[in-house]
């Protein structure tokens, strides 16, 4: 049933995803460790087409294609899989804390985007400052090279960049009417089916498969397929089709900051006052887009 307002199931569901999302980029991090970031993010998605396909069918909703759609949803898994290999290959380079806050610029790219290509998405003047705040917080991330322990690399942050685009390239698809009408688990289904291939052929030119791979890796390789993409995605999407869009999607803007503070309890990384600057611009600049 559609609710007009958020109450306290959807506030602890949201915070719950907003945290697993945070968390996620960690498990990342370690498990580039053991596996190659491009093989992993592959062989996530293909576990993933398992778990999103039996979702489906224990909901009753097994996968059918809908004609008409074949294009799109090509294009959509093969812009999915660019974002990950720029995401895990980001989280290979750079820092988590770098990384989330240059990821999380996606709403400036997927604004700029719909006020061109989806009805009733015009840019206003507050979301026009929204966008300049959040702008200017990835460009400070990105052009701040002070030094300091776990300084991350220019080519990673580049790479956290790509995601971001290919994020609100998936994004501007899922809302364009050829795919809308397919509802988000399918959506999803696409998109895992179609990166899966195309990331585990991209692997090989990105070194060897495996690292030093230890037991926990294989764990996190199933968890990311299972409880992330196949729970924490769809969750999300249930949240967006049960409460209010803008405010769901407001609430994006805890997830850079939850991977700071998980990024330095976890992986020692260093909260620079600039790092600490450009999340908290990138952070009011999501909830200034999202605002009706």
């Known amino acids: 049933m559609r609710k007009?307002?958020?109450d306290g199931v959807g506030l602890s569901a949201l915070l719950g995803v907003t945290l697993l999302l945070a968390f996620n980029q960690v498990i990342v991090k370690i498990t580039n460790q053991g596996l190659q970031p491009v093989f992993f993010a592959g062989?996530?998605?293909?576990?993933?087409?398992?778990f999103v396909w039996g979702w489906m069918v224990a909901r009753g909703r097994a996968p059918r294609y809908t004609p008409g759609t074949l294009g799109a949803g090509l294009l959509m898994g093969t812009i999915f899989a660019a974002e990950f290999l720029c995401l895990f290959m980001a989280l290979d380079l750079t820092t988590i804390s770098r990384a989330a806050i240059i990821f999380y610029s996606m709403p400036v790219w997927m604004a700029i985007a719909a006020h061109f290509g989806l009805p009733g998405e015009r840019i206003t003047p507050i979301r026009a400052l929204g966008l300049t705040a959040a702008f200017a917080g990835t460009a400070w991330a990105i052009l701040d090279r002070s030094g300091g322990q776990g300084q991350g690399s220019l080519a990673g942050d580049l790479y956290a960049l790509g995601g971001a685009l290919g994020w609100a390239g998936t994004a501007f698809i899922a809302r364009r009417p050829t795919m809308a009408k397919v509802g988000p688990e399918m959506q999803l289904l696409w998109m895992v089916a179609v990166s899966a291939p195309i990331l585990l052929l991209a692997a090989p030119a990105f070194g060897p498969l495996i690292r030093e791979v230890e037991p926990m890796h294989w764990v996190w390789l199933v968890f990311q397929a299972s409880v992330v993409v196949a729970g924490g995605f769809i969750t999300w999407l249930w949240l967006l089709g049960r409460y209010p869009a803008a405010t769901v999607a407001s609430f994006s803007f805890l997830t850079p900051i939850f991977s700071l503070i998980l990024g330095w309890a976890f992986m020692g990384e260093t909260l620079s006052p600039a790092i600490l600057g450009a999340?908290?611009?990138?952070?009011?600049?999501?909830?200034?887009i999202n605002r009706r």
């Open 4 to 6: 007009e307002a958020l």
């Open 43 to 50: 062989a996530r998605s293909a576990l993933a087409v398992v």
């Open 279 to 288: 999340a908290m611009l990138v952070a009011a600049g999501i909830i200034l």
